[in-house]
């Protein structure tokens, strides 16, 4: 469960009226940006890089290639002005409450899922190259989230030891899933004549991390 966003950025399939999951397009002004198989997973946004973003859900036009959600966003160009925005937010475990009982504890529930920290650090900056020619915006975007798997799973004491195959619980090492992205892009905008204006967008994007998806039965190692 991904409770108030504690999962971090997660790459969902967007469906609507029946849709398909892998039916549903994310674009950059018009350019599509899924994966090969069509699945939104696998791309994240960075709000900070986007001017406007379009959400249409039905009324699909006759050049769609699938019936599903259609996500587009419009990125920010820059101006004959610097400016630029940030986004900032962090939480830890001291943030936090628990809801954990003496009854849920006498149940066999030792801990619950909580967070270990999470953070999303998104600032952009833009201005002129040339006033009235060309422009440039740029992001750079790192976010992620580490979560304590909770209900009592711990790491082995015996992992990766041939000689002991049972599960020992290390009580002082609870089970982490984390996730981690970054993102940077950088976007320039050519007014070449009065009716043509011309834009090219550079984006790198990585993730990395760690997802428990086997339950409280299995060793962390596993």
């Known amino acids: 469960q991904d409770v ?3 999962a971090g950025d997660q790459m969902p399939n967007l469906v609507a009226h029946g849709s398909r999951s892998d039916n549903a397009r994310i674009t950059s002004n018009g350019i599509n940006i899924n994966a090969i198989s069509g699945y939104m997973g696998g791309r994240t946004p960075d709000p900070g890089a986007m001017q406007e973003v379009t959400i249409d859900s039905g009324g699909v ?15 920010r160009e820059g101006g004959n002005m610097f400016a630029g925005a940030a986004f900032f937010s962090f939480a830890n475990h001291n ?10 504890t006498a149940r066999g529930l ?3 899922n909580s967070i270990d920290k999470l953070w999303d650090v998104n600032p952009g900056f833009g201005g002129p190259i040339v006033r009235d020619k060309l422009w440039f915006y740029t992001t750079v975007r790192t976010n992620g989230s580490y979560d304590y798997v909770g209900a009592g ?8 030891d041939p000689n002991a195959w049972t599960y020992d619980p290390d009580l002082s090492k609870p089970a982490i899933s984390n996730a981690k992205w970054f993102d940077a892009q950088m976007r320039l905008t050519w007014q070449a004549t009065p009716r043509n204006k011309f834009a090219v967008t550079g984006q790198v994007q990585t993730r990395s991390g760690q997802r428990w998806i086997n ?3 299995t060793a962390p190692e596993a």
Request: no cysteine; proline share 10%; glycine share 14%.
């Open 4 to 6: 108030g966003g504690a």
């Open 61 to 75: 036009s006759a050049e769609a290639a699938e019936g599903g959600p259609r996500m587009n966003m419009v990125p």
């Open 95 to 104: 943030m936090e409450g628990t809801n954990l009982t003496s009854d849920l």
């Open 110 to 112: 030792p801990v619950p």
């Open 153 to 160: 799973v711990f790491a082995n004491k015996n992992a990766n």
């Open 215 to 217: 339950g409280s039965i």
